[in-house]
């Protein structure tokens, strides 16, 4: 055979698509594995032409999954952001939405058995250290896919998934606030630096002559504050002590504006060099954080919950998401036990996926 077969689900998790692949099938050293991936996806091209991505870093996400070792967790997920044109793989950021896929896809790879109506799946993330509950519908043929949740960026229903996030301080730079500050000022823009479940540089959108209700169409398009805005991330991610910050996408970017549509804020995300469709998971918790914390670019900009746990409602390019926050205000900051949403996934296809012996064989 002149190609090498690999066996992958491909699936939609939250509102993020990608192949779902056991880690067992592929290549350990990470080089190798980054080549088998720019080759899956196709990678190189903007419409991803001779892959199976789709020409948006939102499907060119791949998700690596093994049965863990560690005591609490059911399955270690590796993500990899493979980017679209130029090449290149990311392991260090992981992927919430991704992550909304791989609690049905343990199942369907018979690495975690069905049990009942609902089954409990314990996931670490290995990229960040996050433990996640995920909670599939399930029957005694396996994963239930069709059901009455909708979420805001994918048409139709299907059946919930619901995600618990544990242990996401901190995970990428090893504090709440890696540059020790609320606020920053990189090229006369205040920024907040926050990590929680994902790094992130937070903006006002007005400090960038934006409203933040901007399509992502719009955004997109507009060079000059893409140019600006990058600077800006460069600068933030080096404060907090991110490598190579130019060649990563972490940190990731957030702007905020007041809501419209009876959320609790406005928000756009970006992954960074475009503007993200919807939300991403990891960056709503972030976001989510941030406005509940007192001193950073959010104030004044939301009425804080007194709640506990709070419902953060973003609004975001198209719709908006729901984080329900349960945390404490302590001296340092947040105190987030837990942050939760509810997402859906479904399976696309199954069967193999091919790469040229030339790149890998095994």
Request: hydrophobic share 45%; glycine share 12%.
């Amino acid at each position: 055979m002149t190609q090498t077969a690999i066996p992958f689900l491909f699936m939609r998790g939250g509102t993020s698509r990608g192949p779902y692949l056991n880690r067992a099938d592929l290549p350990e050293d990470l080089e190798t594995l980054a080549q088998v991936l720019i080759a899956m996806v196709g990678s190189g091209h903007p419409l991803n032409i001779d892959g199976i991505g789709g020409g948006n870093a939102v499907t060119t996400k791949v998700a690596m999954l093994s049965k863990s070792q560690d005591d609490w967790a059911d399955i270690d997920y590796f993500f990899a952001q493979v980017s679209v044109e130029d090449q290149s793989v990311d392991f260090k950021p992981t992927c919430g939405n991704i992550l909304s896929g791989v609690g049905p896809a343990a199942i369907d790879m018979g690495l975690v058995p069905a049990t009942g109506a609902e089954t409990t799946v314990n996931i670490r993330a290995v990229n960040t250290g996050a433990r996640v509950v995920a909670k599939v519908q399930t029957s005694p043929d396996g994963v239930v896919y069709d059901g009455a949740a909708a979420i805001d960026g994918v048409p139709g229903t299907a059946a919930p998934v619901g995600l618990q996030f544990m242990d996401t301080i901190g995970g990428a730079t090893g504090a709440f606030l890696p540059t020790g500050n609320l606020i920053d000022t990189f090229d006369g823009v205040d920024v907040t630096c926050m990590d929680v479940a994902m790094p992130m540089v937070i903006a006002r959108a007005e400090a960038f002559g934006l409203t933040g209700y901007e399509s992502a169409e719009d955004l997109n398009d507009n060079t000059d504050f893409f140019a600006t805005m990058e600077a800006v991330r460069i600068q933030a991610g080096e404060a907090m002590g991110i490598q190579n910050v130019a060649k990563s996408v972490t940190p990731k970017f957030g702007l905020l504006a007041p809501a419209r549509d009876g959320g609790t804020i406005a928000t756009r995300y970006f992954m960074p060099w475009k503007a993200h469709p919807t939300m991403a998971v990891t960056g709503a918790q972030c976001l989510a954080s941030c406005v509940l914390t007192p001193g950073t670019v959010a104030d004044g900009m939301a009425a804080r919950s007194n709640d506990r746990p709070a419902t953060i409602t973003l609004e975001h390019a198209s719709g908006q998401i729901d984080v329900i926050v349960d945390y404490d205000l302590t001296g340092d900051g947040i105190d987030l036990r837990s942050a939760g949403l509810v997402r859906t996934a479904r399976l696309l296809a199954k069967g193999e996926v091919m790469i040229p012996t030339a790149v890998w064989r095994r």
